[in-house]
């Protein structure tokens, strides 16, 4: 009985020895909140820039990062939202709000595609396979244009009137940052830096150039 309620005891303690030792590698796996600024060539907040984190460490998009729901609608002759991110493989949805019919189009090398002619009420919708940018636009309103920004990496966030985007849950460790912003004056209207996340988290400034903006320009 006594060596029946060791065994039972020196069970127990590597049971919660286990459970500790999986807490803390789990815990010093995830980082800290990661906080980008986007700021101009003067200073001033960047808003709809795409910021996104690819560790070192290659990470696979998981079926529930697919979700959504991704919506770009049609609302007021408008694209809502002006800039639209998500990940490689997600379905959006494009439903007209409006009481004019519309052909939304994209002819980007990547993703290109079209949704002939439809009305008020009717949702088309589209699946991004590759990574990259779709710029989208209207075949009935040319001053109606938007951006899809294709992402692959779950870890993802755009900025917002004071130029900030958040990224709440990461991997520890080495990674790279990429800013896009669709008038960004670079190859791709993109730029990337390396960042170490941490649990302590971080604050990151990028300072970009954007050419000058022009009608339609959100």
């Known amino acids: 009985m006594v060596f029946q309620r060791t065994n039972l005891f020196q069970s127990a303690l590597w049971l ?3 459970l500790c030792s999986w807490l803390v590698s789990s815990a010093s796996a995830i980082a800290g909140p990661l ?31 697919l979700r959504g729901p991704f919506v770009m609608s049609q609302r007021n002759i408008a694209f809502e939202p002006f800039v639209l991110v ?27 595609f079209q949704l002939p002619l439809y009305g008020r009420g009717i949702t088309r919708s589209v699946t991004f396979g590759q990574a990259g940018t779709a710029a989208l636009g209207c075949n009935i309103h040319d001053k109606m244009r938007a951006y899809i920004r294709v992402v692959d990496t779950p870890y993802y966030a755009k900025t ?11 991997p520890d460790g080495a990674a790279t940052l990429r800013v896009w ?27 970009i150039r954007l050419r000058p903006a022009r009608a339609g320009d959100m």
Do not use: C, W
Not at 48 to 53: K, L, N, T, Y
Not at 89 to 104: E, I, S, Y
Not at 162 to 170: D, K, R
């Open 160 to 170: 917002d009137r004071s130029g900030v985007a958040n990224l709440v849950t990461l």
């Open 35 to 65: 906080q980008i600024s986007v700021v101009d060539g003067e200073g001033q907040a960047v808003e709809h820039a795409v910021v996104s984190v690819e560790p070192a460490a290659a990470v696979k998009l998981k079926p529930g990062d």
């Open 86 to 112: 998500v990940p490689k493989g997600a379905t959006v949805q494009f439903p007209n709000m409006d009481r004019v019919n519309h052909h939304v189009y994209s002819f980007s090398p990547t993703n290109p």
């Open 181 to 207: 912003h669709p008038a960004m004056m670079a190859q791709g209207q993109e730029m990337s830096q390396s960042v170490t996340t941490n649990r302590s988290g971080n604050r990151v400034v990028v300072t």
């Open 16 to 18: 919660v020895s286990a």
